[in-house]
């Protein structure tokens, strides 16, 4: 199949940034509530901004669930979540109440904790510290500054689920892979070079 | 290490960028369209846009403005101007904003900061507030762009705005907007204290040391700047390169 995006719209808002994004990156795509779309595509991106709760409570009702389930972990289809996006793939939420997530990856998100002086939500730009080699990554210095704003985080329940991590309230998971599974809890489509390199990274992955 | 961001601040009037002084005294500057380019190729940290007359005139921002705003933005870009209702705030992220902010309604409508942040969640909702000092040394809140005074103390208005779910302030001293004379540190200093959500501070920026102050004396996450970038040679990335040698841990 020739490269196309399935951009998953769950009324989780900012689907034109990320659009554009993947274009910009050269990638073809387009924007989908229909489960079934998501056989007609080679990548799937669930952006997402918004309430863990509400959001997997929409995914589950559309049949977009069940569609994931199909795509992502039978037919191995590139998978990337961004922000809520990354977070839905947990196994639980906590943020407007408790929630199963998708159980791709292990672990649960949950609030951050502050510690001396430091605000939540975690808003700006924030060191990018890779653990593996992460496809996703290729390409790109350690440590470089990717843009963040959130006030919950992904705790993984295995250390080889990890991709990366960002110095803040004592550090947290800022990436996740787990075969055909990557997760950014940044925004790739508002990180400029570095972001797109990442997006483009996702894009060359069959 | 989380950085401390310079973001520009657009103000947009009668289809124009302009700028004031005081809120005050408005002209026109250029193309709005113009400046997102711009700021855009600088690879600026934050965009901030705001309809200064929206509020006053009974109505919320163009969407298809930001629309075709946010189509030039690849830097995250907040949007304001008459937010009133939570459809509002669907339709500027819809179109690509990535947080809304809210001023007016802050004061008159104060549930819609909780519903937005139930809704869309809290990193989405930025409260916009906006402060005059009188020669009393106390400090109002004034909505509809300056022109409404409230009775609310600005300090009052933070907390209130945190404790309903807002996740950031946008803190601007009205009196200083446009003089390029300062920002009013006594006024951040105060907001940041008060509050454990990021504040923005605004309204005044005329040097680069003037943002240093507003950081390291007054506690600001970030500083917004209009003026300086329009009518002088500053940019962000001076003002970042200026930040950094004074041990402030920006993006370069």
Not at chain 2, 36 to 52: A, I, P, Q
Request: aromatic share 8%; net charge negative.
């Amino acid at each position: 199949m020739a490269m196309t995006v399935a951009i998953i719209d769950y009324d989780a808002g900012n689907l034109d940034s990320v659009n554009r994004a993947v274009k910009e990156c050269g990638g073809a795509a387009f924007i989908t509530k229909n489960p079934e779309d998501l056989k007609k595509c080679s990548h799937i991106i669930l952006p997402g901004v918004g309430v863990f709760s509400d959001s997997i409570k929409r995914l589950r009702q559309s049949g977009m669930e069940r569609a994931l389930q199909t795509q992502v972990l039978e037919n191995k289809i590139p998978f990337l979540g961004i922000c809520l996006g990354m977070q839905l793939l947990a196994e639980q939420g906590t943020e407007g109440g408790e929630a199963n997530g998708l159980g791709f990856i292990n672990g649960e998100v949950v609030r951050f904790q502050p510690e001396q002086g430091e605000r939540i939500p975690h808003i700006g730009w924030n060191e990018v510290v890779f653990n593996q080699g992460c496809p996703l990554f290729e390409g790109i210095e350690s440590g470089k500054d990717f843009y963040f704003v959130h006030s919950f985080h992904f705790v993984c329940a295995k250390t080889e689920d990890i991709a990366a991590t960002t110095p803040y309230c004592g550090g947290f998971v800022s990436a996740v892979w787990k075969d055909n599974i990557f997760g950014v809890q940044f925004h790739p489509e508002k990180s400029q070079t570095v972001g797109f390199k990442v997006l483009k990274n996702f894009l060359g992955l069959c | 290490m989380l950085k401390t961001r310079v973001i520009p601040t657009l103000l947009y009037k009668d289809d124009s960028l302009v700028k004031g002084v005081a809120f005050d005294s408005w002209r026109t500057i250029g193309s709005a369209m113009q400046a997102v380019k711009v700021y855009n190729m600088r690879g600026v940290d934050e965009l901030v846009f705001l309809d200064v007359a929206a509020s006053a005139e009974g109505r919320v921002v163009d969407f298809s403005l930001i629309d075709e705003i946010a189509d030039e933005c690849f830097m995250p870009l907040t949007v304001g101007g008459g937010v009133r209702s939570t459809n509002n705030v669907r339709e500027l992220l819809k179109v690509g904003a990535d947080k809304v902010s809210i001023n007016t309604a802050a004061v008159l409508n104060p549930k819609l900061i909780s519903e937005a942040a139930k809704v869309f969640g809290s990193q989405c909702v930025v409260v916009s507030i906006d402060s005059k000092k009188h020669t009393s040394g106390d400090y109002e809140v004034f909505i509809k762009a300056g022109k409404a005074p409230t009775g609310i103390n600005p300090v009052d208005l933070a907390k209130k705005a945190e404790s309903l779910g807002a996740g950031e302030i946008l803190l601007t001293s009205i009196e200083r907007d446009g003089t390029m004379q300062g920002y009013d540190l006594e006024l951040i200093k105060k907001v940041t204290e008060a509050v454990s959500i990021p504040v923005i501070a605004s309204g005044g920026a005329g040097s680069y040391e003037d943002m240093e102050k507003a950081i390291k004396h007054s506690g600001a996450s970030a500083v917004a700047a209009s003026s300086i970038f329009q009518f002088t040679h500053s940019t962000p990335l001076e003002a970042k390169t200026y930040l950094k040698s004074k041990n402030i841990n920006v993006r370069i």
